[in-house]
């Protein structure tokens, strides 16, 4: 999210941090659930405590180590201080920081909290993603500081020197990624074959040169710029936001810690993304630092390095390892939304098809929408496009008169909360509503679907939420189809930068130049 100066800040509502958490995050793959840091989270909204506070309550299993749980607290609560007005101090709730927002006077003031829940069996989530990171840097550590040799047999079974990796005793990797992954190492096997092949071919590619130990930490250059994003700006002028949506990469690659520091330094003080994407590329063409994405790769699959967002770097280019970024047209463009007005599954996505290979699912997201991309066949996301960044991009689109919204907005808030608010701007609700469906041959009609609104109103604060995305879904297709729908170049690039700034692989849009292994 942009960085709002203190006299631009929001008032917060338990609403809005709701919808907030999930736009800083990224949607679990069934849209129920929003991954801070890795972290799977469960948002819970309790706004009937009489009295006291609301409560706004983050559910996770416990991440096996206290330093990913202080991770997560620092990320949100930057996050929401630097957006929002936050009058009050931290506060404790069962031995973790809370932060109390909204004001008392108004009856808003909400407690948002961590429940942490302690498994002793493996948990059924995902194993967070700074315990797979981490690993990552265990095994290149391993084989570029220790030079050990790791390989796999016939059988996919991982070795090194020669030696299961479980009974190896020379490098202890084993037991020590055991201990990295506590409640979770029941799982830590599914992950053997991922790291071997994020070994081989990293080695492959950059395994001559000498790099620094890989750190993860307090001390890695993913905790650097985050500290450090808030110096810079965007070409239009404006914060660049948090790190991830700059940056994709979760480790890094070193050779001479002290002084590609003290370069960085003073690119910072220029405060340009744009400069500091050309001083990264800079410190890759030499082999000094290189940020690195990485993904789970599939088992029996092999891994491949692509570097993204150095188009203009020849020599970059010239090593033949340079992700080339496909070329949308119209015909190659596919919209399914017809779950706006069948079924009453709330998390049910709208889609574009980009291809035969990728997908941005929009669906629910906390109180509003989100826009995760998708490819397919693969074992992860492709990344979430920030919401800000598709309301700037719509932002000449206009919405029917008489409404009280002029454009697309992100802001829960400015659509109808009750089905008296939603008859009042029927008129306006009816125009988009029939411009979207008028080639869709199985729609509901006007009518029936003013009725279907209705029942979801009726049905409470769950039902409310439903119907809101529902008027949110209906007001992004109409802006986006209204004017990206014909077959021309401008309305292939609109939605294609859908994509690619989810995946923060588009040249020219000011994200970070990087490695990504997958």
Known sequence: ????????????????????????????????????????????????????????????????????????????????????????????????????????TDGSYTILSFDIEQLKAVPKGAVPAPIQEEGTTYILNAALNDNADITANPQRQILVDGKPIKSETKYKIYPKLEKLFGPYKGKLDSWLWTYYQQNKVFL??????????????????????????????RESGIKAGDYTTWNPSDIWAVKGMNSVRTELNKALKKGSLIEMNSILIHLMEDNELMGISLKMIKSGADAHVKLHNVETSAALKSLGLVHQVEEYTMKDISFRYDNIWEGDTSYVPTQVK?????EVNIRRAGNGVGFNTQIKGAAAQGGQTPTWMVVESLSSSTLPSGMKLKKFSKDVTDYPQSEDDFVKETKGYQTMYEFITKKQSKAKSWTKFQLYMGGFYGKGAKGKQVAIVRCMLITFWYAALKSYSAKNVKSAEFWTDLLYTGMKIKPGREFAPHAKIS
Do not use: C
């Open 204 to 233: 492959k590619e950059y395994g001559h040169i000498k790099w620094d130990p890989f750190e993860f930490g307090d001390r890695d250059f993913v905790t650097f710029f985050e500290e450090h994003m808030d110096k810079m700006k």
């Open 1 to 104: 999210m942009p960085y709002l100066p203190p006299s631009k800040r929001l008032d917060p509502t338990i609403e809005t941090v709701e919808n907030y958490l999930y736009e800083i995050g990224e949607m679990s793959d069934d849209g129920s659930k929003v991954i801070i840091e890795g972290i799977e989270i469960e948002i819970e909204k309790k706004t009937e405590t009489g009295k006291a506070p609301m409560k706004l309550m983050l559910h996770f299993d416990h991440p096996g180590a206290a330093r990913y749980i202080n991770k997560l607290k620092q990320t949100v609560w930057k996050e929401l201080k630097q957006y929002y007005h936050m009058p009050y101090n931290d506060v404790t709730v069962k031995g973790y920081k809370a932060l109390p927002f909204g004001y008392k």
């Open 354 to 358: 980009l291809g035969k290979k990728y």
